[in-house]
Each structure stands twice: as C-alpha cells, then as structure tokens.
C-alpha cells in the first residue's frame, strides 16, 4: 500500500515524432479540469531531426527522462522548463547521433551504438535517483514505444534509462507496436530482442488506436506511413487513424487494456499544404486523440491507475 500511495495523479505528456510541445497543452489542460495533474514535455519538432531515419531516440529519451524528473521535484506543476540547449549542441547532435542509413557512429544496430550522451548540460549530469514517486506518461504516437525502451532496463547507447522505477502508467495514443523490418523500428526491434514485449512489472498500459482512414480512400502520405508501420503494398483493407494502421496501434500484447475508437484523427495538427493537405482538412472535422470528447474515452482508465 505504501509503494500504491507514491503513484501519483500526474501525466507527462509526449509529443510524438516531429511534435511539438505547444500542440499538446490543449490536452494538458482538459486532463488539469478533470483534475489530474498534466505536463508537457519540452520537445519541440527540430528536436527529432538528429533521431531521424532510424537513428538513436537517445535525445528524446534524454527529454523524457529530464520532464518527468522536474515533475518528481513538483508534482504542482503545470510547465515544464525546458532543459539548457543550444544550437552547436543541436548541431553535433545532427553529425554525431548514431545508426541511421548512413550507420553513423559505425552501426545501424542499437545494440552497438557507442556510449554517447547527446548534448547539453542538464544531459551530462548524474541521472537522479528518483524519491519513489511516480507519474504517467501519455504518449502520442512514436513516443509510445519510446516509452517503452525509457521504462525498460536496456542498455541504450550507453545509458539504462529503468524508467519504471518514476512511471506507473502509459498510455498510448496511436503509437505503433508493430515491430516493421525497417530502419526506424531498429529500436523496437533491439528492446524485443533484448527483454522481449512485456512491460516492466507494476507499470500499466493503455493502447488506443483507431479506424476510419482506410488505405483504398486514404492518400499517399497515409499509404506511405501505414506501409512503414508494417502494412503490406496493396493491401487496400488495411484501416487506421491516418498515419498509424488500426493492427499496430494494438499490436502490444502484453498491454493491459486495448481501445479502439472511430474515425478519429492521429494528429492534433497537421501542415495544411504538401503531403498532410488532406489529413490537415479531415481534421477541421475529426477529433483527434486528445480531443475533448475522445478524452473522456480514455480518461477514465488513466484516473483509475491511482484510485485506491
């Protein structure tokens, strides 16, 4: 009972990949209403192109770990600063962040990714031990598995991030679980084999995915993000939120409770021009994961994993 007290009614919430943070506060503040405590974390979008390609999430794992300790220091909190970053940190960051297509570092394979802490110097100190507390993370798309890898105690280029010991639930909104033969699942394909699918005991889990956007409707930037999860080329069939496919949102089978919702957008918001045109004018009308009424769909379960 003791170890139960010290979870706490606080999530820190997690853009997904090129989100950022301000996208995200609408949702924050729904979850503060309801009276669940809510942050987000300081990620910005052009804080994921040294991570693009397949390359290490080491620096948004270093984000990560960085809100939820700031959390832990105040659990009052409704702002997260962002930790010390400059752009010559973001810079060697881009030329030295290893895997990717171009194996930088040496290797495509997490598994043997030199120990390199990203730049910046609230990364280069000591990780902090942690007072017992924990807090949720709600995760939006590839924040979920990245989740996973923070929760898991996997040596991670360098780094057991052992995240379990802070989080007591996650949820994820449209994350893909699908472990895909390509360079951008290298990651999940490296924890699988590394402690397999489960999560770490006394952590609770939440997928949420959705339907609605199927591929033969669907445009060429949903095909191509579908394709990447895993969907096979010409599978018409195949349903999804727009940018994550319905079987690998739910694809975790060692989740504790699976939702799937309908015709609810992936994303809160999209560019309105180029490949996201048409994602971008469903959304006018599409609730999207963290919308108010799709919240309540979820927020139930959440607010459950700190009752007594």
């Not at 895993?230 to 599978?235: L, S, V």
């Not at 048409?278 to 919308?291: D, F, Q």
Request: glycine fraction near 10%; charged fraction near 20%; aromatic fraction near 10%.
């Amino acid at each position: 009972m003791q170890e139960l007290r010290k979870d706490k009614p606080f999530a820190v919430i997690l853009p997904g990949f090129l989100g950022s943070s301000e996208d995200f506060e609408d949702l924050a503040r729904d979850l503060r209403r309801a009276g669940y405590g809510a942050a987000v974390a300081p990620i910005s979008w052009w804080h994921w192109i040294p991570c693009v390609g397949g390359r290490s999430m080491r620096p948004i794992l270093e984000r990560i770990d960085f809100a939820v300790n700031q959390v832990l220091e105040d659990l009052n909190t409704t702002s997260i600063s962002p930790p010390s970053y400059t752009l010559q940190d973001f810079l060697v960051d881009f030329l030295t962040n290893p895997g990717g297509i171009l194996k930088v570092g040496g290797t495509d394979d997490p598994a043997d990714y030199p120990a390199l802490t990203p730049r910046g110097d609230d990364f280069a100190s000591p990780a902090s031990p942690g007072s017992g507390r924990r807090v949720a993370l709600v995760a939006h798309s590839a924040a979920g598995w990245i989740s996973r890898v923070y929760l898991s105690g996997v040596n991670y280029g360098g780094r057991s991030f052992k995240g379990s010991k802070k989080v007591h639930s996650l949820v994820c909104l449209g994350s893909p679980h699908f472990v895909a033969e390509n360079l951008v699942f290298k990651s999940l394909q490296y924890l699988e084999r590394e402690e397999g699918s489960a999560l770490p005991a006394r952590v609770r889990c939440l997928c949420v995915g959705a339907k609605g956007a199927v591929l033969s409707k669907a445009s060429d930037m949903t095909r191509g993000a579908y394709e990447l999860c895993g969907a096979m080329p010409g599978d018409d069939d195949v349903d999804g939120d727009g940018m994550t496919p319905l079987f690998s949102a739910v694809a975790l089978d060692s989740a504790d409770d699976k939702m799937v919702l309908e015709n609810v957008s992936h994303a809160p918001v999209y560019p309105a021009f180029g490949p996201s045109a048409k994602l971008a004018e469903e959304r006018l009308t599409k609730p999207w994961y963290g919308s108010p009424e799709i919240l309540k769909k979820w927020f139930p379960w959440l607010k459950a994993s700190t009752m007594d």
